[in-house]
Structure formats: C-alpha cells, structure tokens
C-alpha cells in the first residue's frame, strides 16, 4: 500500500502541446505501453494503434 505521507514526482509532459488531441499522449506512447504489457489484447490495441497512428 502507498504511504500516505510518502514522497510523489510530477512529470512534465515532453510532447508539443496546442493539437486537436491536447488532452491525449502520443500514439506512441500508448503503443509502446501496450506491448510492454504483452497480454494478448494488449498487442491486438497495440497493433490497432499502430496500423491507424504511427504506420506511414
């Protein structure tokens, strides 16, 4: 369990900011996160991301 009183970091974002997904991270990001996960319906949502997002 967390400690309560335990330290916490705050990133900031590294991404460009002021596009029509601002609120969102990078298509890569989510990707890259998905197949680290490795669980079968991770890579299929990996693989779906890739083939709309990042493939050009």
């Known amino acids: 369990m967390p400690d ?3 330290e916490i970091e705050v990133y900031e ?5 002021g ?3 601002e ?4 298509p890569l990001l989510v990707y890259a996160d998905l197949i ?5 319906r991770s890579i299929e949502i990996a ?7 990042i493939q050009e």
């Open 47 to 53: 693989q779906r991301i890739y083939d709309r997002y």
């Open 4 to 6: 309560p009183n335990g």
């Open 36 to 40: 680290i996960n490795g669980d079968k």
């Open 13 to 17: 974002t590294f991404w460009e900011k």
């Open 19 to 21: 596009n029509a997904m």
């Open 23 to 26: 609120r969102c991270v990078p």
